[in-house]
Structures are given as C-alpha cells and as structure tokens.
C-alpha cells in the first residue's frame, strides 16, 4: 500500500507561481511512475504532468500541451517526494491537483488507469 500526501495549494494571482510537493510512504518509491492531474469544478480529471524513472538513465518527464513550459515535475527519490512547480499560472490551471503512483511502471504515463494510488488533493486557486 502507498500513501500519498499532497501540499503547497493556494490562491494566487494570474501570472504567479507556486510549488506543490507529494509525499509518498509505504513502498519502494523509485520504482514508480509518479503522476500529477487535475480536475476543475464540472470538469473531469485531466493530466497534467509525469515522471518515470529509468534505473539506468534516471528521470524521464512528460507533460501536458496546455502546460508545456510552464510547469516543471521533479523528484527526489530519497525523499520520496514529487513536486510540481508551477509558473506563469492562469486562471484555467484552477482546480484540486491530485498526486498519483503507478507501481512497477518505469515510463513517465499520462493514462489514469495506470495509477493505483492516489492522493487526497490540494485546491489551487488562480485569481484573474
């Protein structure tokens, strides 16, 4: 089993920045696909960015279109913690960001279905 935490939400003005970080316990951390989306009040939950881990090359990321450039995933496996940094924000990137883990999957996925554990959410809010 894996528990996810998440922190770092807020209110923000358009243009701002902030930085969510995810926590996970219970398993070996570094083997996982580690996984952030969203999902906007009436909307459903979209992806937003990824990072596998590659036992030879390290870290690999994919990110959705809509914040390609804008955000940044990382991890620190010793930690085993992922963050989100998040620039530029605007007012579409306001939701609940979930943190997600995908067991024994190496490569960065964007696919919900491939992650088991999730986390309880933190509300970002981006003011015009």
């Known amino acids: 089993q894996v528990q996810l935490v998440e922190s770092g939400g807020g209110l923000v003005q358009h243009g701002g920045s902030l930085r969510l970080s995810c926590v996970a316990s219970?398993?070996?951390?570094?083997?996982?696909?580690m996984g952030w989306f969203r999902q906007a009040p009436g909307k459903e939950r979209e992806f937003v960015a990824a990072?596998?881990?590659?036992?030879?090359?390290?870290?690999?990321?994919y990110y959705a279109d809509t914040v390609k450039g804008r955000f940044t995933i990382s991890r620190d496996n010793v930690k085993n913690t992922v963050y989100l940094q998040m620039n530029s924000l605007k007012p579409e990137d306001t939701a609940v960001y979930y943190c997600?883990?995908?067991?024994?999957?190496?490569?960065?996925?964007?696919?919900?279905?491939?992650?088991?554990?999730w986390g309880q959410g933190t509300q970002v809010t981006v003011s015009s």
């Open positions: 997600a883990s995908s067991p024994g999957i190496a490569r960065p996925t964007a696919t919900m279905t491939d992650y088991h554990y």
């Open positions: 219970g398993r070996t951390f570094s083997n996982y696909a």
């Open positions: 990072s596998g881990w590659y036992r030879w090359t390290g870290p690999s990321t």
